[in-house]
């Protein structure tokens, strides 16, 4: 079936399937930013809802056929089924319809950078710092990120510059719609493989995607990624490597961490000095993530000087490492992480930050995600003293019947950790309120709604201090 053209509907009436999602939330705003009437709906109210309503679109909570009345094109995520009672109207109606990813490629074409940030972790952050770095060098980008960056008042920016700055996922393989000029490859890990067969066949579409770059274009890769690599030495375009080895292109010298894990560097391309970091996130993951900006940005002509002071004014975009509250002297954080991979990253800085015990609040993401990677669930929260999981949030899936967070808890215990199976945000809180003690973090991770356990517990303590 032929894609429809959104040059086609200018002014016209575009409907949403799946409008809260961190990408369609932004989409959303763009379209609406080009004089497009923005309707959609999702499942359940999410934390970007209230933006996507401040910015003028009409939305629906619950999936029905009514929803998509007076459309001009339907856009849907790569998460909503052909049986979506949505879908199924816009088919019985002849109402033309395509794929997020569709809209975002459409979107980027016609831009001389049309950069796309992909890789199983850090694509968020890694795409906020080069969002950051752009806006200061005043290149005027226009950018799409999976999250929401106070840098730029949300999470888009509609801009008159020559460049187009986007996260490019790989799920579903959405990132094959997008035309990058330049790609900039995080890492390629295990994720997603409820729509891939191993993670040899990941790494062959991410291959696909550093292909799609034309001859013309750059691949700026990390270089210490094994599989990045294999795949960067098909290319026939430009390409350069980032990582903390000194034998890539853009590497480190002098780098140090203080006691928290905040970390100093010189970046240097060979033996150039080019700027000098002072990070504000922790992480040595987040080294890395600034580095692969940083080159991005050295490619693309910037004054380094000033992206350094970029990076070291940036901190951090929301749901990642993110301080939501101080309740009875115990920190509480959330992070976006919801793979172990992430998970363990995001702990290994709250255990720098932590003055007492570590408590992890684990919400599993998808049943295919926790079936796929159930053994190293068993052992991502080792660095925490304790560990809660909530029930497994299906997202887009139904619950097969034959896996649940208490087998996920059996085995962690049967790993040594000091696990708690606490079913619902309630459940999770009451035990907080219980057993946290002075000096405690509490660190919440996923990608689901959990971040609304953090909110929940704020205003309850709002409300508690309002009875005092």
Known sequence: MQVPKLQDFRGGHIH????????????????????????????????????VRKSGATVHIGHRAENVEGADLVVYTAAIPRDNPERLACEKRGIPSMERAELLGQLMEGFPWAIGVCGA?????????LAQILVAEDKDPSIHIGGKLDFIGGSTRVGHGNVFLAEACEFNRSFLHMHPTMALVLNIDADHLDCYRDLDEIEET???????????????????DP???RQMKKLRCRKVTFGLSDACDYHPINLCEDAQGYAAFDLYRGEQFLCHVQMQVPGAFNVENAMGALSAASELGCDMEKAGEAISAFRGAHRRFELTDTIDGVEIFHDYGHNPAEMRNALSIARKRCRKRLIAVMQPHTFSRVRTLFSEYLTCTEAADITLVTDICAAREKDPGDLNSGMLVEGMKKNGIEAYWT?????????????????DLVLTMGCGDINLLNAQIHRHEEEKQTQV
Do not use: C
């Open 16 to 51: 949403m399937i799946g409008i809260g999602g961190s990408s369609m939330s932004g989409l959303a705003q763009m379209l609406i930013d080009q004089g497009f009437v923005v309707s959609g709906s999702d499942r359940t109210d999410g934390y970007l809802m209230d933006d």
């Open 121 to 129: 972790h850090g694509k968020t952050t890694t795409t906020s710092m």
């Open 206 to 224: 991410f291959g696909q995607f550093m292909g799609s770059v034309p001859e013309q274009g750059i691949v700026i890769g990390r270089g210490t």
């Open 227 to 229: 599989r990045v690599v």
């Open 423 to 439: 079913p619902s945000f309630d459940d999770t809180e009451a035990w907080l309120r219980n057993h946290w003690q002075s000096g």
